[in-house]
């Protein structure tokens, strides 16, 4: 590690928890790779799309936020 770097990482250790975590990933959406990026980001705004017409069309339900958040905090215990 150069004498640069390695000072970036020292200031960066003394940033507060919730900052270190969006240098974080910061740092490694960086080092993703930009086509890739753009297969994934396409792929969600068809699966956005999608859904919306889905829901337009009367095949999707609506659910309250706070309901969906509560089923997914669930499935993650």
Avoid: H
Avoid at 36 to 60: P, S, T, Y
């Amino acid at each position: 590690m150069s004498t640069t770097t390695e000072q970036v990482f020292i200031e960066a250790l003394s940033l507060p928890g919730k900052a270190r975590a969006a240098l974080a990933q910061k740092l490694l959406v960086s080092l993703e790779d930009d086509e890739e990026n753009a297969e994934i980001e396409a792929a969600w705004k068809k699966e956005a799309v999608d859904r919306c017409r889905a829901f337009d069309e009367g095949k999707l339900s609506e659910r309250d936020a706070n309901e969906v958040m509560r089923d997914a905090y669930r499935k993650l215990k």
